[in-house]
């Protein structure tokens, strides 16, 4: 094989991987925007054939030889290619091992567990999902020997939402959570409690519509780069670095809901837009991990979002959309209004300080199921007691305790970890970005221009171009959980007077 | 090979085909409906990938061995599956015909060129349009080459939209337009015109999208399985029989215009969702041909839809809707606005008489692109001058002229015909309705059960089954365009007083 050739095949194997992404991407945001609701069948179909087109195309024995000649090849490579060749062998690898038939058979599994959770949550029935559950989990451990059999099951799975992360380093990150959160957010439950009523007053869609436009411009999201739409859950989908879209669901009930939607999603779109030109249309474009995705939109829901300088910033403008509904509100209100500390039942709806609870509570679960130290009928009693000594609060039925997050059905394990990690990231680079610059004044006037440079320096741009463990120490330097837990102890000690 | 392995093969190789039009239709979904304006070059990547994929499938020497053996066993296949045969190796023929890389650089160019002529048509410059469109001239020359080189390059091209139409055929056709239709529009242009300007109030967009959703009630279109959307032109996709999308433009100034869209494209939609179940996820479903799909959409929206007996029944239902625009307004005037007679400059605009004049114009000129005897520079000119012989009105500038269509854009030559032949196929269709049943008295009470039963039995069960001619033989009877312009006579001899 020549060089050249093969360089070419290496690109437009990337290419054809970006294509069949592309497809399920467009098809998927169809089926979650407009499209009529009779209609899965015929698209089950096609995804199916294309997922299989993919799977096929990276588990060819051409695309075998091609890596490893590449591999061979290493040194006369650019350190792009090379990191391509690197990341394709990886996932070649952990294709191949996982046979074609149990791979099928997954494949059907979750398709069908997602139906049977929905069933088991609107009816809040455990035991018509456990038994799926329980397969899931199975071939969870199964696959996780695939991926790497020298590690723990759990360990091998932490790796592929987070790769670097495992039990060891989780146990220390959450024991440091439990140890200083759980005590700050009793004592906050003893203070008198903040106001956010006027946050529930009625907020017409078509007014918020408009305050979102607002917020991409705020963020500085290019609308003829970035879309925003609206879905009953709101996620970011990107197709490339020039194509990206967020969506938003509206409660007219609630300003804060779609608020930190958009800016959350926002955060997540920033990362994708700011990834260099070069890795586009390749393995090495998209964010790194989930930890590290999270760690920017949650800089900008939490840290950013939720601060008193842009809350200031914005509050004129906030009024102005909604100028009755806020007309005997004042900035600093709406400050403690959005940071509101209330221990509750639901992942999704759960503020700043008692999420990373919410996620410890999954991890302890996972990684016990996993080990097979818990049984999966037990989940439930687990669940519910951890809920009342991490939060503080009674879960009344399953759908709003364990049935309530889609994750499990759609058989991932170990991905729960990097919602917390995320906002531990952050912390991190908030600490980091005050050292080399005057973050406060420019986002009290509005201005996010200094630290969208400072964050797409030391992380957008490179994409998946370094490992997540890299990025983390280019932009936090060593981790040290302590920061995150230090930053939200000083913070919620001036807003509640502790 | 074992002929069941084979038949397996067949049905996997037209589910992947299914898989790229879905993926293809879905990618072009979102870029007219909801995707940021300046993300075409990702999705370009994407397209032109499946597009190559598509075209390396179908001309893969496999899939030639594999219709070469089915042809052989001919005599042990059913019919349907006869047809897949035949109608893939058609395919197969000409595509292996047309060489991968020329294909691809095809596909790439007709997205740019999409572009282009947006921002062309917006500045009303042809000269910046002019270079993009030569390119797809040539190709097209040159592809029609590939079609069948035995034919003329504009029969080739025809034979593609609308198979067995020819150049012979179609000068036969508009010539009995042209001498039947030019003086008639003349002796209406000398009568009292009618008053339409009820039709030009103030139809706010929220009232006409409930309007819209009543007419598809009316169509008997399914909502669970046909979605209405909005773009700059309306259109139909289908995905299968069970996922058809069709989209409308509302203008606050125009009542006739949303309306006549969403019926003529509900006449596209009711043909795709006819179709019968066995002939999904094969290349035998999707209507059979450009023409027949447009006498579908115009037998709708005209022959019924511009019926006294449609605008009696579904007027009351329009004052409802619109009750201070058209408090002062009969359902005989309703009836002769929106058959009013007025040669304008946009065909989409364009009334029942004159629609087919404008696609003549097209035609002609079409003609002498392909056989080189007019030079793309001289489009406007030569339009100009069309548009001024047939219908007497001054082009003020390419926005409003040769410029109006995406069609060209698109890539698309030889198509425009089958506008004019569909609603010639239309005519005869009623003939032989009428002959069979009684059309107008159901009609007359909003009731198109009838007429929904007789084009489903006649042509849309048959997707692609028969062939054009076939189904125009089915339907329409011996192909006589006097029919149509008999029908045209009658019924504005009545309107005018002629």
Redesign the interface.
């Known amino acids: 094989m020549e060089l050249n050739y093969a360089l070419e095949q290496l690109s437009l194997l990337q ?2 991987m ?2 069949y992404n ?3 991407s ?2 998927y ?2 089926s979650v ?7 899965a ?3 089950g ?3 199916g ?2 997922a299989g ?1 993919s799977q096929k195309l990276m588990t060819s024995p051409e695309v075998g030889e091609l890596l490893s000649f590449l591999s061979e090849h290493k040194s006369e490579l650019s350190h792009v290619e090379q990191r391509q060749v690197e990341e394709l062998q990886r996932s070649y690898e952990r294709m191949s091992r996982i046979p074609a038939d149990e791979y099928m058979e997954y494949a059907i599994l979750t398709n069908e567990a997602s139906d049977v959770w929905h069933k088991a949550k609107e009816t809040s029935d455990f035991a018509l999902f456990a038994p799926v559950l329980e397969k899931l989990v199975n071939f969870n451990i199964k696959f996780a020997g695939y991926y790497d059999s020298t590690k723990a099951p759990y360990d091998a799975l932490l790796d592929e939402y987070e790769r670097g992360a495992d039990m060891a380093f989780l146990d220390e990150f959450f024991g440091t959570v439990r140890e200083r959160l759980v005590p700050l957010i009793k004592a906050i439950g003893e203070k008198p409690q903040i106001d956010d009523s006027f946050l529930h007053r009625h907020y017409p869609v078509e007014a918020q519509r408009k305050f979102s436009d607002y917020l991409m411009e705020i963020l500085q999201l ?6 925003i ?1 609206e879905t009953e859950h709101p996620f970011t989908l990107e ?2 670095n ?2 990206v ?1 967020i969506t938003t669901n509206y409660k007219e009930d609630s300003l804060a809901d779609s608020m930190y939607s958009v800016i959350h999603e926002g955060g997540h779109a920033k990362y994708e837009l700011g990834i260099r030109d070069d890795l ?2 390749t393995c090495l474009t998209g964010g790194v991990s989930m930890g590290v995705h999270e760690s920017q939109s949650r800089f900008y829901e939490n840290i950013i979002g939720r601060s008193r300088p842009f809350i200031e910033a914005i509050f004129p403008k906030m009024q102005e959309f909604f100028p009755e509904q806020l007309k005997d509100v004042t900035a600093e209100q709406m400050y403690r209004a959005v940071n509101k500390v209330e221990p509750s039942l639901i992942r999704t709806e759960a503020d700043e300080m008692t999420y990373s609870l919410h996620v410890m509570i999954r991890y302890e679960i996972e990684k016990q199921l996993i080990d097979k130290t818990l049984a999966v009928k037990d989940i439930p009693q687990v669940w519910n007691r951890l809920y009342k000594e991490y939060l503080g609060v009674d879960v009344p039925d399953d759908r709003r305790g364990c049935l309530q997050d889609s994750h499990w059905s759609g058989g991932s394990f170990g991905y729960f970890p990097s919602y917390a990690l995320g906002s531990a990231y952050g912390a991190q680079m908030l600490q980091n970005m005050e050292k080399e610059m005057d973050v406060w004044t420019a986002v009290g006037k509005g201005d996010l221009t200094g630290v969208s440079a400072w964050l797409g320096d030391k992380v957008h741009q490179y994409g998946s171009l370094m490992t997540p463990a890299e990025i983390v120490k280019n932009a936090c330097g060593q981790f040290d959980p302590t920061v995150y837990t230090d930053y939200l102890t000083k913070k919620y000690t001036e807003l509640y007077h502790l």
């Open positions: 290419k054809k970006y294509a592309s497809a399920s467009a098809l945001l169809d925007t407009v499209a009529p609701k009779d209609t069948e015929g698209r179909v096609a995804l054939i294309l087109e290019d609308r003829g780069h970035c879309g739409g197709f490339n020039k194509d879209r586009q249309y």
